[in-house]
């Protein structure tokens, strides 16, 4: 297991490289006159122009720029941002927080209510309740996130005032009923979409499950529909849904990008939208590694999880 | 129901379990029902043995998961009673999940099913689901329960088996597996055993090993078995009375040697007409039941044997489906046919059916010789590839095929004969060693020089949907070899010799431009041997070529092969697991074990005399279908399992099995020797 | 056998084959239609269709052309769904806005799917270091999350229709990749590739002739169930404001357009948002209907 994990790391490792070279070439290759946005002004005198362009190392070539950027980041350095003048490391320490922290309780509602309404779904194929369950999930699939995110707006705050439409703040700051007020639609909105992408693919990972020879054995024995279904049929439809838990947390920086623009809450996805909008390159690439880095956790996370629910991996000579 | 009325009379006080005209649908996705099984009646006395046969789709499997209540979704029972202990409840009144009838299923009946690889749960431990069952059924504590299922698990003979409790289910063999099967079934303390296919998918000699136990069990215990299979030869073996079923209904049943010696159905006649048998004389002319069983959408009203009947009179046309009626005492049959019907049909049909066996002209020119043929593998690991094991798959393989020869190969998994296979055909370079093909050596040619040589050997696989593709006509498949060698510049040349292969197949020609999925299995293996032919080829490698077959399509198979021999002067490689097949098919056998080749010799020579303990012990494991000769055969018994290529025993590669092991087995490998006429044999006490 | 009977075989052959043809696409057409649902859905799909190919004809009005007289309207005889900020009919730009996520939509599936059978299908026939090489690029491609991806991209290479395809593209690519990798290994593995094999067939006749066509189907079903999925992306661009360059009417950049008008019109909001759901739920369902008639293991299930 030990041996596993440093082995999946080290494949991290390698993957996270291959990101830097692809972020960094990448935002390098952005149009416009960078030393313009580092500086913030259009106004600039020939001296300053040279001073900024030096500063940036723009005399150098992308390769060895490259080099340099890899070295400040290695040493924990995410580069300065043009924007809002501070730090990216300061400005991300403050942002991912918000982010984590709307995306973990959208999951912490999302993973039950799919996973059970998927199980009772796959339980019940063809029966009046499957249906429905279905073709709700199907149709929540297919909501733009922005537009239920407007539609809650519309509807809480605009026509009942029930709840705020922005202005989300920590309880330490606004009280505990202003930030539960503030949290409650963009968590129902983030976790919509999870719910429905839980429910159906539960669905289809139980009914893959069901028709598995092992079902028929345990039916066999005897055993009630309860007990087939609490121990064989779900213990093994989770493994699949192992997966579809990481892929969800590989997006957890980035899944609610689109709700926290909405109800302008500052997290990173705020961020990310403003650095794209001022060409604010230093922030771009430190978000974009930053966020493939907790992917890569979130995938690591997904193989440990799938070595503790499925025997087989662990038995099998890929994992040691 | 004469039949029940007449039991009723004797036997009734015995009866354990009566099945009672189970009629059962299954529901389309059109919502349309189709019949799968039309009023099938089985009776199960107390410690009796009994063998349901049919082929794939005949509803034998169907009609014990019916009695259960574990049909799959969309199929429900419509009709019949299913009686246990004769107390008068019919347990088909229950609710499938009621606590009745869960008492029933696995406390009183238990089953055990076809593939072991994927009917135990991956996720729980195997003690575990021994252990569920158990408590499931019987009052006992956890720590009773885990006792008793450990004390379950070394009946059934697992080594270390209170070490092996918390293992998974991958972490044992298919045979393994099935074992743990069995001691899950019989952990609750079952009355009825339904072993359904229950051994097809092991090893001739693993699947002896567990019917053998089930049959002691089944003695010592007093526990009923029902054995489900398409194999006759376990029938005959193992079961006291047998139903033959065919197209979802039972069409003949009695004691075991009725069936086997006075058959009275066309059906069963037909069939042990159709299938080898390993005590078969040389020239015994295997007779296929030509066409194929009707799927359940299309069965007729009339008999639905009637469409392949050789005896079938107008009558069976015209009347309704035929009920079983008493011919012989405690022999039922469902046939139209009078005695007397047969004997002026059997003077006309044997007139027909007197066909020889096409002539076997074997020339003296060599095809195909191997020579010392050594071929390994290297397993790696890991990110750096590093090295963990290195065996060789085949060792020291020799032999050489004649124009007209049939060469048998036999061998359990892991014996290499697919390595073999695809060494000959240069898929591998071979490590060690000489491929002649008609005096050139091949074994070390570059691709490019192999093209032509190429041309002169084809292979015919085993699984006839997973050889063609599915997305070219039977004629494009067919016309691949044609095109690769570039032998007709003229499409429509082609086209001809396309239509010419199909016809020497027996194929219609008219049918190449379907799909291979428009095709029964049969008809897939005629365009799988076409194929093999178009580049004209003088010898044929056939992997296992009839085993995914139906026993009543397979004489068809075989006797096309045996033809076109005769016809075009072929030599044939025949790699098969199904001895009786080989021996019929085959001039001479080579037994394979673990890469090695343990005997050679002449069929006839092999049946008669095997010399090698191997050889013994498998053949010995190959049932004949026929009560009266099984009841004099002994069987040997083995030693563990087959083990991995990968851990094989540095000297004989069969020592640690082998009854007649001294130390020199242990520390040198046994050259093969001559024990006079040809018949070669690798072993030193022997 | 004399011409006469040889010209009347090769007739009733050719007969037989066309016979077959219909035969085939009749079992398609009933598989993929067996379900209530897939109907509706193509119709639905159809609707959109037409609607945004005769968009000239179905309005009056320009979907660009601002009036000062009719700003935020609300839903009349003249302005079907009423106007936005600038004056513009919404309906006029509702109908404009299909055209865009529709071609979109099918320009970067064809494109991702082009891109991703090829490199798939590379890495799995050639093995060792192309197939390294590719699959791990495919694995940091697949790390970075697709939105952020997709910012980063449209950054770099503009707003362009074109360039979104492209973007829009590049964060599917590696589904194929996978896809075609795995299909291309099993098929490689087939009894019929290695019949071939035995014949001395080289690598191209088996790429072209067993492997591209096993392939094909399901690559087809994927391509049909993303085209939703890259339309709800570009709807998600455009709403964040980096999608397709504006005045260009997009359904994602009205919903974003209408947010400060939400008591006025709510109408600017909510009826491009339905658009999009409905398209994407029509395209998700013709997909599922190609699934069961491509996939014969799958018919009757789910």
């Known amino acids: ?320 | 129901m004469g039949l029940i009325t007449n039991r009723k009379e004797d036997k009734l006080v015995e009866d354990l379990l009566n099945i009672e005209n189970i009629k059962t649908d299954f529901r389309n996705s059109d919502k349309s029902e189709i019949r799968v099984l039309d009023g099938v009646s089985i009776q199960l006395k107390r410690g009796e043995i009994i063998g349901l046969v049919g082929e794939s789709g005949s509803g034998k499997s169907m009609t014990m998961l019916s009695a259960l209540q574990l049909l799959p979704g969309n199929g429900k029972v419509k009709e019949g009673t299913v009686v246990l202990d004769d107390n008068g409840k019919n347990l088909l009144d229950y609710k499938p999940n009621s606590n009745a009838m869960r008492d029933v299923r696995g406390g009183r009946i238990g089953m055990i099913f076809q593939e072991p690889m994927t009917s135990l749960n991956p996720v729980m431990p195997v003690g575990e689901q021994i252990r569920e069952s158990i408590s499931e059924h019987l009052n006992l504590s956890k720590a009773e329960g885990k006792a008793k299922a450990i004390e379950m698990m070394e009946m059934v003979k697992i080594p270390d088996a209170a070490d092996r409790y918390n293992e998974y289910p991958m972490q044992f063999s298919g045979g393994m597996r099935q074992r743990i099967m069995i001691a899950m079934v019989l952990a609750a303390e079952p009355d009825v055993l339904i072993a359904d296919e229950a051994t097809t998918a092991l090893d001739v000699t693993t699947q002896a090993l567990l019917l053998e136990m089930i049959k002691d069990l089944s003695v010592r215990t007093g526990i009923s078995v029902v054995i489900v299979t398409h194999n006759l030869g376990i029938v005959a073996r193992y079961a006291e009375r047998i139903y033959v079923m065919y197209a979802g209904n039972i069409v003949e049943l009695g004691d075991a040697v009725g069936i086997f010696h006075k058959p009275y159905h066309p059906y069963t006649k037909s069939l042990l007409k159709a299938i080898p048998r390993l005590d078969d004389p040389i020239d015994r002319v295997l007779v296929p039941i030509e066409g194929m069983p009707p799927s359940p959408a299309n069965r007729p009203t009339y008999c639905a044997f009637y469409p392949r009947c050789k005896y079938a009179e107008p009558k069976c046309r015209e009347l309704p489906k035929p009920e079983l009626f008493e011919i012989f005492p405690d022999h039922f049959t469902a046939c139209h046919l009078t005695l007397e019907d047969f004997v002026t049909k059997a003077k006309q049909a044997d007139v027909s059916l007197s066909a020889v066996r096409p002539p076997k002209k074997i020339e003296d020119t060599v095809c195909i010789e191997v020579k010392n043929v050594t071929k390994s593998f290297t397993i790696y690991k890991g990110l750096m590839k590093k090295k963990v094991a290195e065996f060789n798959a085949i060792e020291d393989i020799s032999f050489f095929v004649r124009r007209g020869e049939t060469l048998g190969i036999v061998g359990e998994s892991g014996c290499g004969k697919t390595t073999l296979a695809r060494t000959i055909m240069r898929m591998y370079e071979p490590d060690r060693g000489e491929i002649n093909i008609f005096g050139t050596d091949i074994s070390k040619m570059k691709p490019k020089e192999l093209v032509p040589y190429r041309k002169n050997m084809a292979m015919v696989f085993q699984d006839p949907s997973s050889s063609l593709d599915p997305r070219k006509t039977a004629g494009e498949s067919v016309a691949e070899p044609m095109i690769i060698h570039k032998i007709y510049d003229d499409p429509a040349e082609m086209s001809d010799r396309v239509d010419e292969l199909f016809t020497l197949v027996g194929l219609d020609p008219m049918m190449r431009d379907r799909f291979p999925h428009n095709f029964s299995g049969g008809q897939r293996q005629r365009i799988g041997v076409a194929r093999a032919l178009a580049s004209n080829p003088s010898i044929l490698l056939l992997d296992e070529p009839i085993s995914a077959l139906d026993v009543s399509i397979q004489a068809q198979v075989i006797n096309l092969l045996e033809d076109l021999q005769s016809k075009m002067g072929l030599a044939y490689l025949f790699i098969a697991h199904d001895l009786a097949v080989v021996k019929h098919i085959s001039d001479k056998i080579l037994v394979m074990y673990l890469g090695r080749v343990m005997e050679e010799a002449s069929s006839e020579d092999l049946y008669r005399d095997p010399i090698h303990p191997y050889t013994q012990a498998l053949l010995s494991a190959v049932p004949i279908a026929d009560p009266v000769i099984e009841r004099q055969r002994s069987f040997i018994e083995l030693q563990g399992e087959v083990p991995s290529v990968i851990n094989r025993a540095k000297g004989c590669p069969f020592c640690n099995r082998c009854r007649y092991a001294t130390e020199q087995c242990f520390a040198e490998c046994p050259q093969a020797t001559d024990r006079g006429g040809g018949h070669m044999v690798a072993c030193f006490n022997k | 056998m004399d011409t006469k009977t040889k010209a009347a075989m090769d007739q009733s052959r050719k007969d037989v084959k066309k016979q077959m043809k219909k035969q085939a696409r009749k079992r398609f057409f009933k598989a993929m239609f067996a379900r209530r649902i897939v109907i509706v859905g193509t119709i639905g799909f159809v609707i959109i269709l037409l609607a945004a190919i005769f968009a000239p004809f179905l309005t009056p009005y320009e979907p660009d052309a601002m009036n000062e007289n009719a700003q935020l309207a609300l839903p009349s005889a003249e302005h079907l769904l009423g106007t936005d900020n600038f004056g513009r009919d919404i309906f006029t730009r509702l109908l404009y806005g299909a055209r865009i996520s529709l071609i979109i939509g099918v320009l970067a599936v064809i494109l991702a799917a082009v891109i991703g059978i090829a490199l798939g299908m590379c890495a799995a026939y050639f093995s060792g270091i192309a197939d390294i090489l590719i699959m791990r690029i495919m694995e940091a491609l697949n790390s970075i999350p697709n939105l952020m991806l997709s910012l980063a991209l449209v950054a770099v290479f503009g707003h362009s229709m074109g360039s979104l395809a492209v973007i829009l593209a590049i964060a599917t690519v590696p589904t194929y990749v996978r896809m075609t990798r795995a299909m291309t290994l099993r098929v490689k593995n087939s009894d019929y590739v290695k019949a071939a094999q035995m014949q001395g067939a080289g690598s191209i006749f088996i790429m072209v002739r067993h492997i591209l066509p096993n392939i094909m189907s399901p690559n087809l079903v994927m391509m049909m169930s993303n085209v939703g999925g890259t339309i709800l992306s570009e709807a998600s661009l455009s709403f964040l404001g980096v999608g397709i360059t504006i005045p260009t009417p997009s359904w994602g950049s009205m919903v974003s357009q209408g947010r400060g008008y939400l008591l006025d019109n709510p109408y600017i909001s909510i009826v491009p948002g339905i658009c999009v759901a409905v398209l994407v739920i029509c395209l998700n369902m013709i997909g599922d209907g190609l699934r069961d008639a491509m996939d014969p293991r799958l018919s009757g299930e789910a």
């Not at chain 1, 935002?27 to 960078?34: E, L």
């Not at chain 1, 106004?43 to 005399?59: H, K, R, V």
């Not at chain 1, 609610?256 to 604010?280: H, Y």
Request: charged content about 15%; some cysteine.
């Open chain 1, 1 to 320: 297991m030990g041996k596993y994990l440093l082995k999946r790391l080290g494949q991290m490792v390698i993957v996270v490289f291959v990101v830097t070279l692809l972020t960094f070439f990448l935002v390098d290759m952005v149009p416009g006159d960078i030393v313009y946005n580092a500086a913030g002004r259009d106004d600039l005198t020939q001296e300053e122009y040279d001073q900024i362009y030096y500063e940036l190392n723009l005399d150098k070539s992308t390769a060895s720029r490259y080099v340099i950027w890899l070295k400040n980041l290695l040493s924990g350095n995410l580069g300065y941002s043009y924007v809002y003048r501070r730090p990216v490391w300061d400005m991300l320490k403050e942002k991912i927080p918000t982010t984590l922290y709307l995306s973990f309780l959208a999951m912490l509602i999302s993973v039950p209510l799919g996973v059970l309404f998927g199980s009772i779904s796959a339980i019940r194929r063809k029966k009046p309740s499957d249906t429905i369950i279905t073709l709700i999930a199907n149709i929540c699939n297919c909501l733009p996130q922005f537009w239920i995110g407007i539609m809650l707006m519309l509807f809480f705050s605009f026509r009942h005032n029930w709840l705020p439409s922005v202005g989300f703040g920590w309880p330490a700051r606004v009280g505990w009923e202003r930030h539960i007020k503030t949290i409650i639609m963009p968590v129902i909105c983030v976790a919509l979409g999870g719910i429905a992408g839980f429910t159906r693919q539960s669905r289809s990972a139980m009914l893959e499950v069901i028709r598995q020879d092992y079902i028929r054995t345990a039916r066999s024995k005897g055993l009630s529909n309860a007990a087939v279904n609490m121990k064989h049929m779900v213990r093994n439809g989770l493994i699949p849904i192992v997966t579809i838990l990481g892929s969800r947390l590989a997006r957890i920086l980035s899944g609610s990008m689109i709700v926290e623009n909405v109800f302008s809450i500052p997290g990173m996805g705020l961020m990310a939208m403003t650095s794209i909008n001022n060409k604010d390159i230093p922030a771009i690439q430190a978000i974009v590694l930053i966020s493939t880095i907790v992917a890569c956790l979130a995938f690591i996370l997904t193989d440990v999880l799938y070595v503790l629910v499925d025997p087989r991996i662990s038995l099998d000579g890929s994992a040691d």
